[in-house]
C-alpha cells in the first residue's frame, strides 16, 4: 500500500502562497514547498522569523488556501479543517468559564457526542497528560505548563490522526519546556501519530523529531530536510552528546545569517 494515501500520511507538492494585501505589495510566504511525511512520523520545521513556520502548518489544516501546488492528507485534497487533523496554538486558548474536563471535553460535544460520553472520553485524555487530579479545576488555577497540556489533551480527544503543534512550548520558561518536550514524547510514542511541531528552538527540534524540516525565508523554501538519528525512547541527556550538538550546530549554520538579518545584525 502507497504510505502516501494511508491515514495521517501529508503530502506537499509544489506548494506556494503569496499574500495580496489591500493596496500593498504581494507578500510571498512560501515557494515552491516539498515535503512528505509519514504515519506517525514526528517532523518539526524549524526557520529564522518570516519563514513562513506557522504559514505552512495552517495550510496543512486548512486554514489557508495555498496560491499553487497541493496538500493531500491521508490521500484526500486538504480543503479545509477537518477532524482527522487537530490543531495546538502557542496560546492556550481555554474557556475560563469551563472546568478543565469541559474544555479538553468541547470539540466532542460540539461534534454532536452526548456530555456525558465526551468526559469519559476527556477524562482519559487528562489521565494521559497526567492532569486527571485538576479536571474539575479551571484554567487560572493552573500554571502556563499544565494549561498546554490541557490544550494537548483536548486536541487529542477527538482522535485525530495528525497533530499540528504551532510552538506550544513558546511561552514557557527554559526549565518547563525541557519537561514538556519529554512530556509529549512520552504521550506520542503511546499511539505514535503523525506530529508536525513548529519551534524556533533548535534543540527541542532535534530532540523532538524524526526529521527537521529547515526553511528558509522571503521566500520560505525547503532548504534542507535534517535526518535525526538517535533512537527512542530518548531520555533528556541526549542533549549533552557530542553527537547531538553536531546536529544542532549544522541546522544553526543554515540558518544563522537569516536569523542575524530578520534582527539588523547581518
Not at 494585501?21 to 512520523?41: F, I, M, S
Not at 495550510?59 to 493531500?72: A, K, M, R, V
Amino acid at each position: 500500500m502507497d504510505t502516501n494515501t494511508e491515514p495521517g500520511s501529508i503530502v506537499v507538492d509544489g506548494v506556494g502562497l503569496t499574500f495580496t494585501p489591500p493596496r500593498r505589495d504581494p507578500v510571498v510566504a512560501l515557494e515552491d514547498v516539498n515535503l512528505t511525511v509519514a504515519p506517525g512520523e514526528f517532523v518539526c520545521v524549524v526557520g529564522a522569523s518570516g519563514s513562513g513556520k506557522s504559514t505552512l502548518l495552517r495550510l496543512l489544516d486548512g486554514l489557508l488556501e495555498p496560491t499553487y501546488g497541493t496538500i493531500t492528507a491521508g490521500g484526500e485534497e486538504v480543503s479545509g479543517p477537518s477532524p482527522d487533523r487537530a490543531m495546538v496554538f502557542q496560546t492556550d486558548n481555554l474557556m475560563p468559564w469551563s472546568t478543565v474536563i469541559d474544555n479538553v471535553a468541547y470539540g466532542l460535544v460540539l461534534g454532536g457526542m452526548k456530555r456525558s460520553e465526551a468526559r469519559e472520553i476527556a477524562a482519559t485524555q487528562l489521565e494521559r497528560v497526567g492532569l486527571a487530579k485538576s479536571a474539575r479545576q479551571y484554567p487560572r488555577q493552573l500554571s502556563g505548563g499544565m494549561r498546554q497540556r490541557v490544550n494537548i489533551a483536548r486536541a487529542l480527544a477527538v482522535n485525530p490522526q495528525v497533530l499540528l503543534l504551532d510552538e506550544p512550548f513558546a511561552a514557557l520558561d527554559a526549565q518547563t519546556r525541557e519537561i514538556m518536550s519529554a512530556e509529549l514524547l512520552g504521550i506520542w510514542s503511546a499511539d505514535q501519530k503523525t506530529v508536525v511541531f513548529i519551534t524556533h528552538q533548535i534543540d527541542e527540534a532535534v530532540y523532538l523529531a524524526d526529521r527537521v524540516v529547515v526553511l528558509s525565508a522571503h521566500p520560505g523554501t525547503v532548504r534542507e530536510i535534517v535526518t535525526v538519528p538517535f533512537d527512542r525512547p530518548r531520555d533528556l541527556s541526549l542533549k549533552r552528546t557530542p553527537e547531538f550538538g553536531r546536529i544542532v550546530d549544522h541546522i544553526w549554520s543554515l540558518i544563522e545569517d537569516e536569523v542575524r538579518g530578520s534582527l539588523g545584525l547581518s
